[in-house]
């Protein structure tokens, strides 16, 4: 299994975070210590931080972030339409708009990394209930995925679509964040959580579809780990929100009198 790290970089750019395995499991591994272990210690005898102030900066950043890097990347794909939809293949280096394709990726990955701190602000803030299997499995799978595949695979290829969907959700999602910090009312509020659920929900069956018909295709390049990781990942993920939607929602609802 440890081969792996000796397999030559798909794209020999050393940008940060891409250069080799240490910073990522470095830093993946102290996020766990800190979500798991130390953080709740830390905090075990404290009273809450409130941090109304950091999480507004935050999740505007977030919001400004995620829509600016949406927009720069449909302008990229409908201007110079540089990838068929049907197979995303993974541009070669010195293609005319690799240097591009590269940029969105790599900052797609960054925002993966920074999106790390919605644990530690929960744990900040004693939110220990919204640290549940589902929101780790889903940060540490993204920020170590995009090492891994960009490392073995080069950066953009079949990851793209699923990517496009992800910064139009969190879009939405950091929208939702930054309001219910702000407003507590809106926070009590059930419909604006509920169906940002439902649209997660059609995220994954998007990407797995997308995945499917990308398999479906004759003389495909895109190699087949990448599809099948997208479809194991996006079904794997969409029963975890199931779940979730049914034991949130539906269960909640029906206790109700």
Request: with cysteine.
């Amino acid at each position: 299994m440890f081969e792996i790290f000796n397999i030559p970089h798909a794209d020999p750019l050393g940008l940060p975070f891409t250069f080799g395995p240490w910073p990522i499991f470095i830093l993946i591994s102290s996020y766990l210590l800190f979500v798991l272990k130390l953080g709740p210690e830390i905090m075990k005898n404290r009273e809450p931080f409130k941090l109304r102030v950091a999480l507004k900066v935050y999740n505007i950043f977030q919001i400004l972030y995620n829509s600016l890097l949406l927009v720069y990347s449909l302008h990229f794909i409908i201007t110079k339409k540089p990838y068929d939809f049907n197979c995303i293949v993974i541009l070669p280096l010195d293609h005319e708009f690799k240097d591009t394709d590269r940029l969105i990726d790599y900052l797609y990955y960054i925002n993966k990394i920074i999106d790390l701190m919605d644990t530690v602000f929960f744990v900040l803030r004693k939110s220990y209930k919204q640290i549940t299997a589902l929101h780790l499995i889903h940060h540490v799978y993204m920020a170590t995925a995009g090492y891994f595949w960009n490392r073995i695979y080069g950066y953009g290829g079949h990851f793209i679509f699923a990517g496009l969907l992800n910064l139009f959700v969190h879009i939405v999602m950091y929208t939702y964040y930054y309001l219910s910090s702000q407003k507590p009312q809106i926070r009590k509020s059930a419909w604006w959580k509920q169906y940002i659920t439902v649209l997660q929900l059609v995220q994954f069956v998007l990407m797995f579809s997308h995945s499917l018909w990308t398999l479906l295709q004759p003389n495909c390049d895109v190699p087949y780990p990448m599809i099948f990781l997208v479809m194991c990942f996006s079904a794997l993920l969409f029963i975890m929100f199931v779940k979730f939607y049914r034991k949130t929602y539906t269960l909640t609802k029906k206790k109700d009198p």
